[in-house]
């Protein structure tokens, strides 16, 4: 069982950064962030590979958003530009078995933290 702990969220203005950080309780291969908007399904953000040499991104926060690994342990959102739609929850997700790639669906990733909120005000 690993344990998966967002901080880092908040109320900012349009145009604003924020960064986020998960902190996993054991070792982690793949990690990912999701979010979720009210009345919404939950959409990938930004993932990362076991190996940190691949990336990817949503649509929506390509140029935007970046992800990265402090360690094994540890995932990273830097979130620039950042517009009212990006309005969410923000969940984070880790894989604890090796897998190539980047996993950018849900169902690819077994554990999740409970979620850091994050509001833009235009």
């Known amino acids: 069982q690993v344990q998966l702990v967002e901080s880092g969220g908040g109320l900012v203005q349009a145009g604003g950064s924020l960064r986020l950080s998960c902190a996993a309780s054991?070792?982690?291969?793949?990690m990912g962030w999701f979010r979720q908007a009210p009345g919404k399904e939950r959409d990938f953000v930004a993932g990362?590979?076991?190996?940190?040499?691949?990336t990817a991104y949503g649509d929506s926060v390509k140029g935007r958003f970046s992800i990265s690994r402090g360690n094994a342990k540890l995932v990273y959102l830097q979130m620039n530009s950042l517009k009212p739609e990006d309005t969410a929850v923000y969940y984070c997700?880790?894989?604890?078995?090796?897998?190539?790639?980047?996993?950018?669906?849900?169902?690819?990733?077994?554990?999740w933290g409970q979620g850091t909120q994050v509001t833009v005000s235009s």
């Open positions: 054991g070792r982690a291969f793949r």
């Open positions: 997700a880790a894989d604890t078995a090796f897998r190539e790639g980047v996993g950018i669906r849900w169902e690819e990733y077994h554990y």
């Open positions: 990362i590979s076991a190996s940190v040499d691949s």
